[in-house]
């Protein structure tokens, strides 16, 4: 069993519809990341998260400590979101992160 | 636009070569982490380097080994090529927010095809 679990793995919506992926991981943690990757590769890291809730624009992170799962949350979205969805661990005690296999978000216009 | 630049871009040699990945961090950055992106592993941590320093190895192969130099760039060598080194190799460097919160920049990738 991988360390930390994505789902679903793919996901395909239409414009302006409410999107929610989520992030299940294994081990004891000191941050956890969600990366985006367009269709190109450049990967962007959109938010690192210890505790709680962050919010950018459209976007919101979340991440539940005591249940070890994170949730990236789209409002109202766009084709351009359209791009692989990663989440990442940082192993507590150490300087690696350990990776998700990502969600492929597909919105249709 | 990153900041993190790597070179070349895509790479295409044969199996038992020797190739040399290049990455620039951002101006600042102490912090430089290699990744590997394969098609059947996702996303991988290589190996982490803090100011000339290893902080950190991953899944790293004894065939890969990198460094940082003084000018705090980086070079991921790969030797004795095989076909399943075939993959994005990602370097990143980070910065400390508010709150010592790091942030990663991720250059854009090398792509290398082992034929």
């Known amino acids: 069993k991988n360390e930390v679990e994505q789902s679903p793995q793919n996901l395909t919506a239409q414009e302006g519809e409410f999107i929610t992926i989520n992030c299940s991981y294994s081990?004891?943690?000191?941050?956890l990341h969600w990366l985006q990757q367009h269709p190109g590769g450049g990967i962007v890291s959109l938010f690192m998260l210890s505790s709680g809730k962050k919010k950018h624009g459209r976007l919101i992170a979340t991440i539940n400590i005591q249940e070890k799962h994170s949730s990236l949350h789209i409002t109202a979205s766009h084709p351009r979101d359209s791009a692989v969805y990663i989440c990442?661990?940082?192993?507590?005690?150490?300087?690696?992160?350990?990776f998700g296999q990502g969600t492929r978000l597909t919105i249709n216009p | 636009d990153s900041g993190v630049t790597q070179t070349p871009k895509h790479l295409i040699t044969a199996t038992g070569q020797r190739v040399t990945l290049r990455c620039s961090p951002r101006s600042g950055d102490l912090s430089v982490y290699w990744y590997q992106q394969s098609l059947d592993q996702g996303l991988q941590f290589l190996i982490h380097y803090y100011n000339g320093e290893e902080r950190a190895k991953g899944n790293i192969l004894e065939r890969f080994s990198a460094q940082q130099f003084p000018d705090l760039h980086s070079e991921l060598n790969l030797s004795s090529l095989e076909l399943g080194d075939s993959a994005l190799y990602f370097c990143?460097?980070?910065?400390f927010g508010q709150g010592g919160q790091e942030t990663q920049y991720f250059g854009p990738g090398t792509r290398l095809l082992v034929l």
């Open positions: 990143a460097s980070s910065a």
């Open positions: 990442a661990v940082r192993v507590r005690g150490a300087q690696k992160l350990v």
């Open positions: 081990v004891g943690i000191s941050a």
